[in-house]
Every structure is written in C-alpha cells, then in structure tokens.
C-alpha cells in the first residue's frame, strides 16, 4: 500500500517544533491524514496546534484514533536517537492485530523486532521502515561532482528550520518554468512524502557520503535540476558529521542557507538544552559552509530561506531584508511568503552552471 | 582468549601503505604474529614486505599459514567498503573447524554471517568483530568538552597517514614523566591493541558523535590526558563525516596534525585513484580544522606528525623543517625519530589546560 490513509502517533509532543514527520505529514498528504494522538495536545485539531491542518483532529487515546478506520499508523515524532518508546509497542500490537499497517522512520527498525514482525507477519501486516538505508551503499568516489544536472543541497544553521520543506516548495515552481526539478529526500519524513531515497542518518557512518552519491546520481537522470534534502548542521555537535559527509557526498554546485530567524543557538527549540552554540551571523556560516567544500569543488549560495513562523509579518519582513543585506543573496520565507525568490535564484544558477560547462 | 598468537590474513594486499591493520599489529605487538598469508607478496618477511617486523614469515598459502600454528587468524585488511572478499569463506571455515579463533574488523560483522556464526558455535570458537558498536550510544550532547583531562585528537590531512600510530608512540613518554594518558581507540585496529574502544565509522551516523563522546568520558576516568584516535579527514569526500563528528564528539583541547610529507592529494597512495583533491599546506589545513571547531570549543594545534617513511634521512629532516616553518608547531616523525617534541608539547598543553581551569 503505497498512499494509505494515516493515524499519526505523536504522543506528547504534537507541536510546531517537536513533531517534524507529523507535521510534514499534515502539510503536504492532509487528506490522507485522519487524527493525530497527542494526549497531551493543547487543542483539538490540528489548526489549533499547528496553525494549519485544518480539521484534522487530535486524539486523546489510541481507541479513539483507531475508531477514525486509518488504513495505517504512521510514528510521527522522532525522540532524540530515534529509538521506539516502550510505552507504544502496545499500541502498535493492537494496530497490527486488527490489520492495520505501520510506518516508521525511527532509528530502530520495527522489522528488526521480532514480537512485531513476527505479528505483522502472521497478520499480514506491512511494518515499512523509511530509514532503513538499502544495504549495498558503496563509499563515495566524488562521481556526483559529474553530473549534467545543476545539484541544489539546502544547508542550515541547526536542525529542524525547514531544509527539507524550504525545497518542496520550490519543486513545483522549477518544474513550472520549464527547468526540470527533482526533489532527493535524505530522511525519512521527505522519503514518505517522494515515495524514495535514502535516510543519510541511518546509514554506517562511513557510507554517509556514498549514500548522498547514490541518491545525486539516480536523481540526475533526466533532471535539470536536483534538489538535496539537507541534514543537520556542520556547527550541531551531534549531527555535524552527517551534514559534512551529505555536503562531500552530494558534490552540490548550489547551496541554499536554511535558518529560523529567531533562534539563537543551536538547539534551543529544545527545552532544557544549554545554550552553548551560538549561530553566528548568516554571511560567516556560509563562509563557513563554503569553506568546508572549496578544495572539493567550488560551490555557491543562491539564496536563504527564512523560517519566520514565530514572527510578526513586520518582524519577518525586518528579519528577511537584514538577511538579505548581511548575505547580499535573494532571501525568502517560501512557507509564508512566496518562494518565487528561490525559484528565481536557482533558475539563474542552472543556466550560469549550464553555459559554463 | 584476550591476546592471541595470530596468522594475519593480508591476500594480494601486504604492503607499507595497504594493510594497516596488519602492519600495526606487526608493529605493536610482533611476539604474538607468527606469519601473513599473502600470496602476491614480494618478499618472504615482513622486514622484506614493510622494513619492520624482522623475521615473521610471509606465506603463500592458508596451509602453510596454518602450520604455523596459530591460536587466532586476524584478517589483516580493510578493503574499500570493508565488507568480506567471498573468497576468504573457505579460509576462515577451515580455521574455524580446525578450533582457531577469528579477529575481523571489517564492516561486514562476521558474526552476523549465519554460516560462519552456526560453525564457530559448534566448534567452541570466538569470532571477534572490533568493528561492532555497543548496541546502545546516544546522540552527543557536548558532554565531552566538561571532562577534567586534556583531551587531545590526531587529525589528518587523509586517511592512513598514522593517526593511530603517532599517539601509541606517544602514551608511553607521557606516562613517564607522570602525566597520567590514556589512547582512547576508535578504529579497529586501535581495538585491536588496547582491547577497548568503539569502531566510529561503524556506527549509525546520527550516532558518531555520541560513539566519540561515550569513549572520552570512559576514558578520562582517572587520567590528566586523553588520547583519542583521528579518523579520515575533513577533506576526505568519502569520509569527512566521521571525521567532524568525531571531532564535536570528543571536544578536543588539542589536536595534532598527522600527515605524510610526500602526499598531494587526498587518496594518492592507492592505486587508479583520480588526483582530485590537492592537500593544502598544513597552515591552511589547520585553518580549517580549528574553523570547524571554533563555534562549539577553542581549540588549538599541539603539534604536528609527519609521516615520512618513504624519504631518504635528509629529505625527511627538510620536509620537518618546513612544516616546522609553515605552521610555527613543534614537528617531528615521531616513528622514524624522537616522539618527544609531540610529547613534550602535549605535557605543555596539558599545563596550561590545568592552569586555565
């Protein structure tokens, strides 16, 4: 079952900034989203805690979520290290013993546990892990530097800012002008949402960059231009090797800085997380960003997407043109405003990249 | 069985540049290898083969490998990839029947292999695979940069250049003048040795900073310095992720340099490999690597080791001297002569670390 309908469990962290799969989720397949499980949640919908979703409705408890008649639980939040809580393995027994399928881009594959493979199996029960990399992935050999295609990777100042969705919004405008884009999802949110690629966090630290070139090249094939899902972040103290080994990997011509213009630190959407690492000024993390790439390949920035969710319009405005000023690169919040900055910005890019080459 | 005698499998690979484990484990302990089976060698000792290791047979067949007797065979290689040549099977399931123990540190871990594991549980033999994470790291969380020792981290300008090698030369030095050093191993021949450690690019990805955060707070229990093995290389397409996270996973005070002075070009000792990515000068690399660092912890240079075991006596001293002059750091080989300026700068570092605290 390739689009099923969605139970989401989100269970005590269903928000803006703490259930990133389930909000994708919401964002880019609502209709096949019935209920989301929060018992917790502030509100009865999604509209009510997300801003957007609509009518979709949060539920208190399981049976209630089952009583929607989802064709398949999809785990919607990623706990630090992306391991299964113990508390959810009954709800999951429950969804498999009445045939209902799973979905889940945690760390630990569901189909590495044996009391739930081995229920699914007797049910007849699909358990689908998106982070479970394909188990041939090579080490990269810099082939994605060959590509015709003009190799587009958002990067950003922390985790959770928007890389991923800064480039679905630019995907259909591309297309749209004629330049033909695909989008390469590197996690397990935007392999639900493409239907492929691969988690670039789920695989064997040395094959992070192999994994990257794998998924450059088979998306090249017939595109103008590849959009790279971006990880991370080379100044998070946890992810950091992710994103270096994404960057070298994936070989991009193009960058796009990603940043949510009210965060000051890395990590601190996160309670209780210290404030240690400050993000610095957006033109010194590109230097930074582009630094890591110069002796591999020159690349360049074609623009920054903003996050200005939490912000006023005027405060977004403000927040954009400063931007724009520190970076001298065209800057937009593609969410909320339009993306058409980008589209434009990377449009250029490809044909600066074609007729040079 | 902690410390076996070994036949150190090293087929069509034995050589000063292309068995690094094996070669570390003739350098580190010799008394314990009693042959390496390499069918294409050319020469019949290791002192031949490497221009250390005196005597220890080289020998062109498993048979005459194992009428050495040995109470372990140690595969000795790490091919691209690290996964098992098909062809080794039937050496190492002759091993097995014959009650010989195997050490592997390749990727593809040899107790997961159903036919190897089935045979070594029916004859009572251990197959140890260096290479196999704990099941449990968590993501990192700058714990690292908290402990009281002088964490110091060997960086490079590419892999193989004696990351490893230099701070095993340097543990003992330390110890002598009282500075209380431990060698936190994280590669597999490092595990080899010290009979502890995690293997970093074996981990998940979204797990290698925790791996490198875990090993330093084991291993400044009790100890004024830590000494943490560098792996790949911030410039390495292939493996700059392991490297940055490691390195934002250890928080290291210091760092030392470790290149080999004949080397351009990042992958330029192996065979067919393009010449992509020149090396910079150790100056700029340096750069580079405290760039890397700078926003989550200062961090400074120590020292640097040059690797030179392909010159002549006078081009070595010359090529020490000009990095003595580009980077303004203490230089030196610290296998080929004297460890002690590396030493005496940690013991340094080390003082100034304790006085600043």
Request: with cysteine.
């Amino acid at each position: 079952m390739d689009r099923p309908t969605f139970l989401i469990i989100a269970e005590g962290a269903f928000g803006p900034e703490t259930s990133k799969t389930a909000n994708s989720a919401i964002r880019y397949f609502p209709e096949r989203v019935l209920g989301v499980l929060d018992s917790t949640a502030q509100g009865r919908t999604s509209q009510d805690v997300l801003g957007y979703g609509g009518a979709i409705p949060v539920v208190r408890t399981f049976a209630e979520g089952l009583a929607l008649k989802p064709q398949a639980v999809l785990i919607g939040i990623a706990p630090a290290g992306g391991r299964l809580p113990p508390e959810w393995r009954g709800w999951l027994l429950e969804a498999i013993d009445r045939g209902i399928h799973i979905w889940s881009g945690l760390h630990t594959h569901l189909n590495d546990d044996a009391e739930l493979a081995v229920r699914a199996k007797a049910k007849g029960v699909t358990i689908t892990d998106a982070r479970r990399p394909p188990a041939d992935i090579p080490v990269s050999n810099g082939l994605a530097q060959d590509v015709d295609a003009y190799v587009v990777l958002t990067v950003g100042s922390d985790c959770n800012v928007g890389k991923m969705t800064a480039q679905l919004q630019l995907v259909d405008g591309l297309n749209a002008r004629g330049v033909r884009t695909r989008f390469a999802a590197t996690g397990q949110t935007g392999i639900l949402i493409e239907g492929w690629g691969i988690a670039v966090d789920a695989v064997v630290a040395d094959f992070i960059g192999g994994a990257a070139e794998r998924l450059v090249l088979e998306a090249a094939k017939g595109a103008d231009v590849v959009l790279v899902e971006g990880q991370g972040s080379l100044i998070h103290p946890a992810y950091s090797g992710v994103t270096l080994g994404l960057m070298h990997g994936a070989m991009p011509a193009g960058m796009i800085m990603c940043h949510q213009a009210s965060r000051e630190f890395i990590g601190d959407y996160s309670p209780g997380r210290k404030a240690w690492v400050p993000i610095p000024k957006l033109s010194e993390l590109n230097r930074i960003y582009l630094d890591a790439m110069r002796l591999l390949r020159v690349s360049e920035f074609v623009g920054v997407a903003l996050n200005t969710y939490d912000l006023s319009d005027a405060a977004a405005k403000a927040a954009i043109r400063e931007v724009e000023r520190d970076t001298g690169l065209p800057v937009t919040d593609p969410v909320r405003y339009s993306p058409e900055p980008l589209i434009a910005a990377i449009a250029a890019g490809h044909a600066r990249w074609k007729a040079s080459r």
